[in-house]
């Protein structure tokens, strides 16, 4: 291409902008013309002005991705639309971190997310806390995705693993509190307390650690509430949203958007 537009370089009130990976493109005139060639410097012959653009933060490429027209024209429709935007946003920021995703990567994540959206009514509820995280372990640990789609009660693991710290480790923000609270509480069996009393052993443990702090700073006050907000969403009655309906057929569909290969 440069070799072609060359000619045209000096002509007057004409500018052209290349927009380019200039180490890479370095890397490919190399191996046209040999290893002991120089590309960065032939690249001089074709540059007067270089500007590198700034990387944008994963969360901000995200935003930008799901901004687009028809994502956002379904939150829109959607009663809660701006929240659950703004939730998605968060979530996939925090897991797209924690698996360093690449652009690439999240651009095949969110067009499995579009297909997972147009299943979805605008009326229906959108179960995004569940559906983000699940999308991602499908990815990431297939094993694990089957084990807890069969059995919800090895939600710690599942948290563990997508958070990659042990629980009562680090810090916890309230989103993702929130989206941990729906993983366990897909475990909850109104017939059975035991079962949620094992997996929330931990939680409450970790709460109460930190409640019982000789340096009970702020920063420990409300991480301490974040930490009890995954315990009341597990162990809130949520009944009413017929969560073991909603949490199968989450599955379906991200079964269904998993099968699809996005180049």
Same mark, same amino acid.
């Given at each position: 291409?440069?070799?072609?537009?060359?000619?045209?370089?000096?002509?007057?009130?004409?500018?052209?902008?290349?927009?380019?990976?200039?180490?890479?493109?370095?890397?490919?005139?190399?191996?046209?013309?040999?290893?002991?060639?120089? *590309?960065?410097?032939?690249?001089?012959?074709?540059?007067?002005?270089?500007?590198?653009?700034?990387?944008?933060?994963?969360?901000?490429?995200?935003?930008?991705?799901?901004?687009?027209?028809?994502?956002?024209?379904?939150?829109?429709?959607?009663?809660?639309?701006?929240?659950?935007?703004?939730?998605?946003?968060?979530?996939?920021?925090?897991?797209?971190?924690?698996?360093?995703?690449?652009?690439?990567?999240?651009? /095949?994540?969110?067009?499995?997310?579009?297909?997972?959206?147009?299943?979805?009514?605008?009326?229906?509820?959108?179960?995004?806390?569940?559906?983000?995280?699940?999308?991602?372990?499908?990815?990431?640990?297939?094993?694990?995705?089957?084990?807890?789609?069969?059995?919800?009660?090895?939600?710690?693991?599942?948290?563990?693993?997508?958070?990659?710290?042990?629980?009562? /480790?680090?810090?916890?923000?309230?989103?993702? =509190?929130?989206?941990?609270?729906?993983?366990? *509480?897909? =475990?909850?069996?109104?017939?059975?307390?035991?079962?949620?009393?094992?997996?929330?052993?931990?939680?409450?443990?970790?709460?109460?650690?930190?409640?019982?702090?000789?340096?009970?700073?702020?920063?420990?006050?409300?991480?301490?509430?974040?930490?009890?907000?995954?315990?009341?969403? =597990?162990?809130?009655?949520?009944?009413?949203?017929?969560?073991?309906?909603?949490?199968?057929?989450?599955?379906?569909?991200?079964?269904?958007?998993?099968?699809?290969?996005?180049?």
């Amino acid at each position: 291409m440069l070799e072609r537009v060359k000619h045209l370089f000096d002509l007057e009130r004409i500018i052209f902008i290349l927009a380019m990976n200039r180490d890479q493109l370095g890397k490919g005139i190399q191996g046209v013309y040999g290893a002991s060639f120089n *590309g960065l410097q032939y690249l001089k012959r074709f540059i007067d002005i270089d500007y590198q653009l700034r990387t944008p933060s994963i969360k901000e490429y995200i935003s930008v991705r799901l901004e687009e027209q028809e994502i956002s024209d379904y939150f829109k429709a959607r009663q809660d639309g701006r929240y659950d935007l703004e939730h998605i946003i968060e979530l996939m920021a925090y897991l797209a971190l924690r698996f360093e995703y690449t652009p690439r990567d999240i651009n /095949q994540l969110i067009g499995r997310l579009k297909l997972i959206f147009r299943s979805i009514p605008y009326s229906h509820y959108l179960d995004c806390s569940i559906i983000v995280p699940l999308l991602i372990l499908r990815q990431e640990s297939p094993q694990l995705y089957t084990r807890y789609s069969k059995d919800a009660l090895c939600a710690n693991d599942v948290i563990e693993f997508l958070s990659g710290t042990r629980i009562g /480790q680090g810090t916890l923000e309230h989103r993702i =509190a929130v989206m941990f609270g729906y993983l366990i *509480g897909a =475990a909850r069996d109104p017939y059975s307390k035991q079962s949620m009393e094992t997996i929330l052993t931990p939680w409450k443990e970790w709460s109460k650690t930190l409640a019982e702090a000789a340096d009970a700073s702020q920063i420990r006050s409300e991480l301490q509430r974040t930490v009890n907000v995954v315990i009341e969403l =597990a162990t809130e009655d949520r009944e009413f949203r017929n969560r073991r309906g909603l949490n199968e057929l989450a599955f379906n569909r991200i079964e269904l958007a998993g099968e699809i290969n996005f180049s």
